[in-house]
């Protein structure tokens, strides 16, 4: 097992690189996690793999560590919820309030390997003739190479399509394949995959309507939060909408967002007294 001074090491480095701020306790979990991370770089244990980071700095296999240590657990219409709202209230609002523009804008931030953006186009697939004439832009990120490159392969197995994907949209927007399911290129088309980190600036994406951002500011720590959520009051349209997770909240970390009571706890607007909040689509 890693020393304290060693596991002190580590948590620095994760809050510094990922924003993953790593709490008391954990020397277990980062044994096994990062055992065979040491093991493929010919380290001899934990220990000499965080010690090697502390005196070299090496990026890459800093790189490595973080993404070892990163949780990448995700599943199809997650919570259900939040693609319920988009449907029913989102994008209705949305069409009323961006008819000059016929453009909506979503960012799934921390993508993972992309079942949440899957859901998001499917979501707006169902939809039919109401997105007619309009164009809908979905980006998905993640900070880790291989989970994005199996996002936007958009291949899952028999057990990750039975994670809440409704036998009638596999069926409709999955072709079986012999490695499992493949999304359909017509509905792939849609989203645009790419390499980001909330670390680090994000505001050249904006601006967008509506980001998912959920399930990820659990790991960091109150400052990396607040951090977080000013930035990205600065990419969302000032009447646009912000999903955090279910266990997520701005409340106690920043005034600048405000929770939607009548939707559920997990859906945020711009505070109309905060600053960002004066902003106009086209100086966001």
């Not at 958009?154 to 394949?177: C, I, T, W």
């Not at 509905?187 to 995959?193: E, P």
């Not at 349209?237 to 409340?251: I, Q, R, V």
């Amino acid at each position: 097992m890693i020393g304290a001074y060693d596991y002190q090491t580590l948590r620095e480095i994760l809050v510094r690189t990922s924003g993953h701020a790593l709490g008391e306790g954990k020397e277990y979990l980062v044994e096994r996690r990062l055992t065979p991370v040491a093991e493929c770089l010919d380290h001899p244990d934990v220990a000499s793999l965080i010690q090697h980071l502390r005196v070299t700095g090496d990026r890459r296999t800093t790189r490595l560590v973080c993404e070892a240590m990163t949780t990448n657990e995700t599943l199809f219409f997650r919570d259900g919820r939040p693609f319920d709202l988009l449907r029913e209230r989102l994008i209705p609002d949305l069409l009323a309030r961006r008819r000059s523009e016929r453009r909506i804008r979503i960012w799934s931030a921390a993508c993972s390997t992309g079942q949440e953006a899957y859901s998001v186009a499917m979501t707006l697939a169902e939809m039919g003739d109401a997105l007619a004439g309009w164009t809908v832009d979905i980006l998905a990120t993640d900070y880790v190479p291989e989970v994005l490159e199996r996002a936007r392969a958009g291949v899952f197995n028999h057990f990750e399509v039975q994670r809440g994907l409704p036998v009638q949209m596999l069926l409709k927007y999955f072709d079986a394949s012999d490695d499992g399911w493949r999304v359909k290129d017509s509905l792939k088309r849609g989203i645009r995959f790419e390499q980001g980190n909330l670390l680090e600036g994000f505001g050249h994406l904006g601006p967008f309507d509506i980001v998912f951002c959920r399930n990820v500011l659990i790991y960091f720590d109150v400052e990396g939060k607040r951090d977080v959520l000013h930035r990205l009051s600065r990419v969302v349209a000032p009447d646009g909408y912000l999903f955090l997770g279910a266990s997520e909240t701005s409340l106690g970390v920043t005034d600048t967002w405000r929770v939607l009571p009548d939707c559920n706890t997990t859906l945020f607007q711009i505070h109309p007294t905060s600053p960002a909040a004066s902003r106009t689509l086209a100086t966001a």
